[in-house]
Antibody, heavy 120, light 107 residues
């Protein structure tokens, strides 16, 4: 079955760029929305943004223009870059699939999550 | 942004109890609401989509209802493995937003 796996540095310095990759196994990157969601320690969930398999992207305006989401169909991967990070960006970052093609947008498959700490 | 307000924030119940969590949206979201279960240290798991549709493989003791601004999530007979935090999430409008979560434990 389809599985997602996040990868990337666990520690990022303030003002630098957080970079994460989600690798999709057991299925195709086509026909879905691919999302990033984060969860600060002990807190709730925040949607960061998505990329559609066509390349169309949307992101949470609360993150202003710091977010870039991209796709590499040849590697069955999608990526997140979050610039100018601060301690407030410390969180577990999840990648998740949304099968919006069915008419219902729901995060039906999630990666296990990766903890990213912003600290000098 | 659409604000999602869950209540209660925490809940203790006994095995076999019927448990109900509510979620209120700050504006009409039709039935564009999902429910997730998150156990400690794990990713959330989709339980209910479209307000009332049970995700494949999810036990039938879980159910959801509602439309517009008011929604309900119910566990008909609480089991020990249901101890988790539950979140509602709207997808009527971007950005997608989640409720603050309801922590459920065993009394």
């Amino acid at each position: 079955q389809v599985q997602l796996q996040e990868s990337g540095p666990g520690l990022v310095k303030p003002s630098e760029t957080l970079s994460l990759t989600c690798t999709i196994s057991g299925g195709s990157i086509s026909s879905y929305y691919w999302n990033w969601i984060r969860q600060p320690p002990g807190k709730g969930l925040e949607w960061i943004g998505y990329i559609f398999y066509s390349g169309n992207t949307k992101h949470n305006p609360s993150l202003k223009s710091r977010v870039t989401i991209s796709l590499d169909t040849s590697k069955n991967q999608f990526s997140l870059k979050l610039g100018s990070v601060t301690a407030a960006d410390t969180a577990v970052y999840y990648c998740a699939r949304d099968d919006g093609t069915s008419g219902n947008n729901a995060f039906d498959i999630w990666g296990q999550g990766t903890m990213v700490t912003v600290s000098s | 942004d659409i604000q999602m307000t869950q209540s209660p924030s925490s809940l203790s119940a006994s095995v076999g109890d019927r448990v109900t969590i509510t979620c209120q949206a700050s504006q009409d979201i039709n039935n564009y609401l999902n429910w997730y279960q998150q156990k400690p240290g794990k990713a959330p798991k989709l339980l209910i989509y479209g307000a009332s549709n049970l995700e494949t493989g999810v036990p039938s003791r879980f159910s959801g209802s509602g439309s517009g601004t008011d929604f309900t999530f119910t566990i008909s007979s609480l089991q020990p493995e249901d101890i988790a935090t539950y979140y509602c999430q709207q997808y009527e409008k971007l950005p997608y937003t989640f409720g603050q979560g309801t922590n459920l434990d065993i009394k």
